[in-house]
């Protein structure tokens, strides 16, 4: 397994960004499939961003598609989300993933979230 461990939620006003680290520790880090993932109150768990384990391939929630960009860094062993144009329905704890594949990703490994809220 991989120990995550998210940073840089907060709140912010509709139509500002944020960026969501992820920071990993495990010798397998990098050869991970890592997810991002968000759950509000009262819904169920859903993927925002996935990105590969070398960063080639990304895949993104239609809902957040062209605001939110995924990305990594291997050396650092660090995953980020960056959250632009963000809306009050973004409010939600982001939790990031290591998992095995890619199309059915099998998760293993999860952070314990960071709540970004969105509002005025």
């Known amino acids: 397994q991989v120990q995550l461990v998210e940073s840089g939620g907060g709140l912010v006003q509709p139509g500002g960004s944020l960026r969501l680290s992820c920071a990993g520790a495990?010798?397998?880090?990098?050869?991970?499939?890592m997810g991002w993932f968000r759950q509000a109150p009262g819904k169920e768990r859903e993927s925002v961003a996935t990105?590969?384990?070398?960063?080639?391939?990304?895949d993104y929630a239609v809902s957040v598609k062209d605001r939110f960009t995924v990305s990594r860094d291997n050396t650092k062993n660090t995953v980020y989300l960056q959250m632009n144009s963000l809306k009050p329905e973004d409010t939600a704890v982001y939790y990031c993933?290591?998992?095995w594949g890619w199309g059915k990703v099998n998760y293993d490994s999860w952070g314990q979230g960071t709540q970004v809220t969105v509002s005025s």
């Open positions: 990105i590969s384990w070398n960063g080639g391939s990304t």
């Open positions: 993933a290591a998992g």
């Open positions: 495990g010798r397998t880090f990098g050869t991970r499939t």
